[in-house]
């Protein structure tokens, strides 16, 4: 682990030097991790039967990304300023899961719920592993319209996925239609109401809660890093007791933080601390996760899962980001550039971990969820990890 870190550091101290990302750097050790662990005969983790701690695990960087996220984005909030992600987030998803949820249940045979679940599983763009494509830290002045949509995206779909989720899920136990209208109310009304509300409420009050001790010097600013784990954690935990979305509470609560006193410096402090979490976060959860990779697992999904991830990224995503912004002013290289950063990871395992835990599928199709999340998100890691630094100096030239 010592030498790992020390590889994380360098491969991060160099990485706008490289044209590749740092999680490229990672896999490489999960897969060298993994490969010693089956010489050794060793179990780290099995994707099935230790679902909840992977759930755990993920949720957690899922979290402080997303905060992170929200601290990030510093344009005012109206329809002027964030045309661009509407269509990402009312079009573009929606059509993703209808899309992999056609594809999973037509050419990969599974059930109606186990396709749905999928599709909702991958349908999310992931805010840990994209930060090369999104926004830069608070106060540096405004972003290519590109990034801002990928970081708007990344912050609000993870939290408005759950919906899908669960629709999977009692799909697949319930059956029939009775259920519906309950699913309506709680999953998607309440639970998204909620979620923004507790956040956009709960971030304001720890923004103001904490300038005022700093004004009155119980806050050093060298601790100012710590506040973004502080509050993360307390907007989520406030949410999740209320039995809302979390994840949207956490970008929301990201951005309501960063609004209170927008011109003060300790912003940028709060951030850098969430901003080191998250790409230590990211280290372990990828390493973590490619050591659980073998050569029967990835033999799961078959030809036809492993299918689904040149499809998603090559066609799915484009092809909806296309349609989505037909009307729009964005110009056509942005939205290929759009198009093709849909970058999946964490935020997939942590639902396919949560689909896997509810127990409503049968283990043969759990096993082909799990894997074939591993196979779109290590794809996505090479494909997007070697291409988005020189497609991102493109488009910003």
């Not at 909620?194 to 923004?207: H, K, R, T």
């Not at 933080?257 to 601390?273: I, K, Y």
Request: proline letters at 4%; charged letters at 15%.
């Amino acid at each position: 682990m010592g030498v790992v870190l020390f590889a994380a550091v360098a491969a991060l101290s160099r990485q706008h030097e490289r044209a590749f990302t740092a999680a490229v750097v990672y896999l490489a050790f999960g897969a060298l991790a993994s490969l010693g662990l089956q010489l050794l005969g060793v179990d780290l983790l099995d994707p099935i039967e230790d679902a909840d701690l992977i759930e755990r695990l993920s949720e957690f960087a899922v979290i402080v990304a997303l905060f992170s996220a929200g601290l990030r984005l510093d344009r005012p909030l109206g329809w002027t300023q964030w045309r661009s992600t509407v269509p990402l987030i009312a079009i573009v998803m929606p059509l993703t899961i209808g899309a992999v949820a056609l594809f999973a249940s037509t050419v990969m045979g599974l059930s109606l719920g186990a396709a749905v679940a999928l599709g909702a599983v991958l349908a999310p763009t992931d805010p840990v592993l994209a930060s090369d494509v999104q926004v830069g830290p608070p106060g540096e002045g405004d972003e290519p319209e590109t990034h801002f949509a990928l970081t708007s995206e990344a912050g609000l779909n993870d939290g408005l996925a759950f919906p899908f989720v669960f629709l999977g899920v009692f799909i697949a136990v319930e059956g029939g239609t009775g259920w519906i209208a309950e699913w309506v109310v709680a999953d998607v009304v309440y639970a998204i109401a909620a979620g923004v509300g507790i956040g956009s409420g709960a971030g304001w009050m720890l923004a103001a809660a904490a300038s005022r001790l700093r004004r009155r010097g119980w806050l050093l600013a060298e601790f100012d890093g710590w506040l973004a784990i502080a509050a993360v954690l307390a907007v989520y935990g406030l949410t999740e007791l209320a039995g809302a979305y979390g994840f949207l509470a956490a970008f929301t609560g990201g951005l309501a933080f960063r609004r209170h006193e927008r011109r003060a410096e300790h912003h940028d402090r709060v951030h850098r601390g969430a901003e080191q979490a998250e790409k230590l976060l990211e280290l372990a959860l990828v390493l973590v996760l490619g050591s659980t990779v073998t050569i029967a697992g990835l033999g799961e999904p078959g030809l036809s899962g492993w299918l689904l991830a040149p499809v998603l990224l090559l066609l799915i995503r484009p092809a909806a980001v296309m349609l989505a912004f037909a009307r729009s002013g964005v110009g056509l290289p942005e939205r290929a550039f759009i198009g093709w950063f849909g970058i999946r990871g964490i935020g997939s395992f942590y639902y396919a971990a949560v689909v896997i835990g509810s127990g409503a599928l049968a283990a043969g199709e759990a096993a082909v969820v799990y894997w074939t999340v591993i196979v779109c998100a290590g794809v996505s890691i090479v494909a997007h990890g070697v291409t988005s630094t020189p497609f991102a100096r493109r488009v910003s030239s």
